[in-house]
């Protein structure tokens, strides 16, 4: 199984929930199976995401620094510095 995790801090948590969801069809069509959502004990607006997707290469294709609109989305939904991803396989 192929998993992607990324971790970032955020302005606010519920403002960045209503964005996360609209971008889920895109996800789904790149080839998300599923993600959770959860934040680090203590601190609701450091969030860590981990969603599973159909292949390592589906994955990487979605989170290239290069698809048009991700600057964007990150922008809208107040994530703050560069978020940390961790693209991950089972043994």
């Not at 955020?10 to 959770?36: H, I, Q, T």
Request: hydrophobic share 45%; aromatic share 8%.
């Amino acid at each position: 199984m192929t998993y992607l995790l990324v971790r970032h801090k955020v302005k606010n948590y519920a403002a960045w929930k209503v964005v996360f969801d609209e971008d889920a069809a895109a996800r789904k069509a790149a080839g998300e199976k599923s993600s959770r959502v959860l934040h680090v004990a203590g601190d609701p607006n450091e969030i860590v995401v981990l969603c599973e997707w159909d292949s390592v290469a589906r994955a990487r294709q979605f989170m290239q620094p290069t698809r048009s609109d991700m600057a964007a989305i990150l922008e809208r939904a107040g994530v703050l510095g560069q978020p940390e991803v961790l693209l991950l396989e089972n043994y």
